[in-house]
């Protein structure tokens, strides 16, 4: 089954600063979702886009998906100390419905 | 806000004893989840529940695992015999449709000994 790759896999900024983080996946999907993980917590949801959407936005964050390329974007606007986490695209595809395929993360720092 | 909650936050046990893993998902959430992710690796998915039963399991989720609904309000994640692979942080999650997003709760840490 297929997974998402994040890249980078670390990535350390200054406070004020964007963050972007890619997802790169091989087959087609039905949706696509980022996650936040702080250290040894659990999961929090943060955006979700169809595979017929190209964008989406919540607060500081944006989500472009290019479904030609098969990879997507999770960009951060002037982050924050708190946004330090890591970062996971999930997917939705091929005949499943219920099961998302997490990557390996993408593990954001933002030194103050 | 509503939260999904799981317990132990912590479960030691002996390689071969049974455990039982405990959730409480979101009350007006249909679908629910179990996912693990074992130390420094991917978070991967067990199985998902739906309309009381299993409506989909991954390779992993063999005949050593067992999830339940016993009520209303309680969704339960039993591994028969456990094994030292088995430990893991498990994540328990629930979502209000099919194509929405996750809510996990905040994990239970298994280690088997």
């Known amino acids: 089954s297929q997974q998402g790759e994040e890249d980078p896999q670390a990535l350390s900024i200054q406070e004020g600063e964007n963050a972007t983080m890619n997802c790169s996946y091989k087959?087609?999907?039905?949706?696509l979702q980022w996650y936040r993980q702080n250290s040894g917590r659990g999961l929090v949801h943060l955006i979700l886009i169809r595979s017929n959407e190209r964008e989406k936005h919540s607060g500081r964050l944006r989500v472009t998906l290019d479904t030609s390329k098969k990879s997507s974007s999770l960009l951060i606007t002037a982050s924050r100390a708190a946004d330090t986490a890591s970062y996971f695209c999930?997917?939705?595809?091929?005949?499943?419905?219920?099961?998302?395929?997490f990557g390996k993360g993408t593990l954001l720092t933002v030194n103050p | 806000e509503p939260e999904v909650t799981q317990t132990p936050s912590h479960q030691v046990t002996q390689m071969g004893q049974e455990v039982i893993l405990r959730c409480v998902p979101i009350?007006?959430?249909?679908?629910f989840y179990w996912y693990r992710q074992i130390l420094g690796q991917k978070v991967e998915f067990l199985v998902s529940f739906y309309n009381n039963e299993i409506s989909e399991k991954s390779e992993i989720f063999d005949d050593q695992f067992s999830v339940e609904r016993p009520d209303g309000s309680n969704f339960t994640l039993k591994i028969r015999s456990t094994k030292l692979e088995d430990s893991a942080m498990y994540f328990c999650?629930?979502?209000?449709?099919?194509?929405?997003?996750?809510?996990f709760g905040p994990g239970t840490r298994l280690t088997v000994l």
């Open positions: 009350s007006n959430h249909l679908y």
């Open positions: 999930a997917l939705s595809s091929g005949g499943s419905n219920y099961k998302l395929t």
């Open positions: 087959t087609s999907i039905n949706n």
């Open positions: 999650a629930s979502s209000e449709g099919l194509r929405t997003g996750l809510f």
